[in-house]
């Protein structure tokens, strides 16, 4: 039944691989046509290239892997820690250039870690791969869109307003306060996908949890639950992961600049 509820909304033939090639191509010629990258090059178009192939291969094995791990709890937990080093790395690589970009591992894993673990002691998340994976992921899913949107934002900020910061310095602020004046504000903007997908549920979506509950079964008001706790769960995790990279920021831990002496130094040498 549930194979067939599944065909039902996608089947999985010959035209479903047609259809995702020319959409993958569709989108990547609309990025190389209207030039849209930061440097106004058709770079991005390759990026969304290898990301659709690249997503192919993953869930692939994935796929194939997955009803294996669900089984060994050892095999589980490797899983989790492979998805939290590729969503670090992806964030912080995201973010600067430079070797400062594995403080991005701190506001991708602070808060999922908790979370997860207080849901799994509460009774809520039981320690199996099909229920531990997929909440996981999308709780670390949200945590790497929240770091890159706030940590970009913040680094941005304090690119084009460095004037501000250094001014901030001559009136005797210190340099974590003179920076939060300008990046907290900032920062907060990566906080509106998540604000408005929870408002928007039901409304103008219906996320996969919902769309895969019902799928599999369950009663309507059940897969509302499930989807209701993701969301709530997926705020928190965002909140506290905006919060912990501007802090890194604001203590210049994670930056874009090359190590060296700060500005307030070089002004006393």
Partial sequence: MRDLAAQALLPVDTALAVALLVLLLVAAATAAVFRLAPDASRGRAREILVAGVRATAQLAVVSLAIGWVAHHTAALFAFLLLMFAVAARTAGRRITPNGTWWW?????????????????????????????????????????????????????????????????????????????????????????????????????????????????????????????????????????????TVELVARGRLHRAEPGPSPRVRGRA
Avoid: K
């Fill in 104 to 244: 991005a591992a701190l506001p991708v894993a602070g808060p999922v870690v908790p979370v997860v673990a207080c849901l799994t002691l509460a009774g809520l998340l039981p320690v199996r791969g099909i229920a531990m994976i997929p909440v996981t992921g999308i709780l670390i899913g949200g945590a790497l869109t929240a770091t890159v949107l706030a940590g970009r934002r913040c680094l941005d900020e304090l690119r084009t307003r460095h004037g501000e910061f250094e001014a901030g310095l001559a009136l005797g602020l210190a340099e974590r306060d003179a920076r939060l004046e300008l990046i907290r504000p900032a920062a907060s903007d990566a906080l509106l996908p998540g604000l408005d997908q929870t408002r928007t549920v039901g409304l103008v979506t219906l996320p996969g949890a919902f769309v895969g509950m019902l799928l599999g079964g369950a009663s309507p008001v059940l897969a509302g639950a499930v989807q209701l706790f993701v969301l709530i769960a997926l705020m928190a995790v965002q909140a506290l992961a905006v919060a912990l």
